[in-house]
C-alpha cells in the first residue's frame, strides 16, 4: 500500500490536515462579519488534503541523485534545532517582552547566527520591520498584538 515515499507523506498529510480541520471548526464565530475566522483556515485545510491525494497517486520514482540530496549533514542538522530553539524561545517571549521587543531580538539574533555580519543593516532591520508590523496591524487592522513591557 504504501510503497513510495510521497505516498508516505500523503498519507501523514491528510492525517494533519484532517485534525487541522478539526481544530477549525472549533474556533469561535462571529456573527456580524461577511468572512468568519474559520473560512481562510478551513479552505486550506481542505486544500492540503487535494494535495495530498494528488501527492499519493503521483507516478515519479525518486532517483539516486535525489535521495543524496535529501540526506542533511550533521552540522547543518545542528544549525536547523539552533533555529528551532530560537523559534520556542521568540514564542516564549512573545507575550513577555510583547510583539516588538521579541521580534528585534528574534529577527538580530537568528540573521546574527546564521551569518549575516552587516551589524548596522541588522539593527536597523530589527528595529524597523517589528515597529511597521506592530504599528500596521494595531492601528491599521486594528489587530492587537502584545505589547509586552512597551507602553504603546
Known amino acids: ?31 456580524y462579519v461577511p468572512v468568519d475566522s474559520d473560512f481562510v483556515p478551513k479552505v486550506l485545510g481542505y486544500v ?44 516564549f517571549l512573545l507575550e513577555l517582552l510583547g510583539f516588538v521587543l521579541s521580534s528585534m531580538l528574534f529577527v538580530f539574533g537568528c540573521s546574527l547566527f546564521l551569518g549575516y555580519r552587516d551589524h548596522k543593516v541588522n539593527v536597523i532591520v530589527s528595529v524597523i520591520f517589528p515597529l511597521v508590523m506592530y504599528l500596521s496591524f494595531n492601528y491599521l487592522l ?10 504603546f
Do not use: C, H
Open 1 to 31: 500500500m504504501l510503497k513510495t515515499l510521497n505516498q508516505k507523506l500523503s498519507l501523514f498529510l491528510i492525517l494533519f490536515a484532517s485534525g487541522y480541520l478539526y481544530l477549525t471548526y472549533n474556533l469561535k464565530e462571529y456573527p
Open 142 to 151: 486594528q489587530i492587537k498584538l502584545p505589547q509586552g513591557i512597551l507602553p
Open 48 to 91: 492540503l488534503i487535494v494535495l495530498a491525494v494528488f501527492l499519493y497517486f503521483d507516478k515519479s520514482s525518486e532517483t539516486k541523485e535525489e535521495k543524496e540530496k535529501r540526506t542533511i549533514p550533521k552540522k547543518e542538522i545542528l544549525v536547523l534545532l539552533a533555529v528551532g530553539a530560537m523559534i520556542f524561545l521568540y514564542i
